[in-house]
């Protein structure tokens, strides 16, 4: 299973992504967390600390990518939306309050798309042209959602994981590559792999901290073997410096949520420098899917 590329002479672009937003905020509809834990003044140290850390370690590579930013995070710090865009990355959507879509209404999802679109615009500068659903929830009962996406200016799409395997996300049957949905809107889904006729998710968060790195190399080189990009993500507190520590979780949610953060830079590294990396919309557009006159 050995995997040697020189990212140099690699072919394909992967998409490298970051789901900007605090731990806590992160995790609030997935588990219980005590009101005490709840601090926005001490979500927004971590997401700065955590962000800069980031940006520094991207520019060390000289890597640029795809920031899912918060339209609130873009509210109460600016700084960071803003210093993100001067790096040179591209500022996307990631709602604006970090509510999973499944659990609104159509009309508090566009509410809330405008609101963070509008207000990522206003503090970055640019166009925003990419959306990702909290916790990837347009599932099948909120499909409704890529329509509402189209509707407020959209471009592309990067929801969707095709997989089956997960209890809160993922669409099973789904074309598993970057495609151009019926309403025009471009889909770049999470990464997945095939395994006896099922498809199982690799394309980073949790996945990437749980599997072997070899196996995620081996994921990604045998998708970009066959042509294909990879959507790789990655939440700031997974890779730290500041990792808020929740007590009293399960022995499950402990492995779940924290396994490899603080070393989590550490096995990236592996990964940015075995293969090629590049924004969302630098990728559509390297593909001829989008012509988009200034990014
Ligand atoms: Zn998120």
Redesign the pocket.
Known sequence: MGVTINRKNAKVRNCFSV?V?GFVE?NLQSFHIEDKYVSRLKENYEIEKNVNSILNYLDNLSIKGTF?F?GRIARDIPNVVRETAQCGHEIAC?SHK?LRIFGLTKEEFKNDLICAKETLEDVSGKSVYGF?A??FSITKSSMWALDILKEVGFLYDSSIYPTEIHDVYGISGTTPFIHRLRNGLIEFPLSTIEFFGRRFPFGGGGYFRLFPLILTKFFINKVNKIGHPCMFYL?PYELGPIIPKIPKLTHYRRFRHYHNCNNGSERLKGILQTFRFGTAIGILKERNLQIIPEL
């Open positions: 789901d937003e992160s899912f918060l990631h970090h990702r909290p916790d939440h």
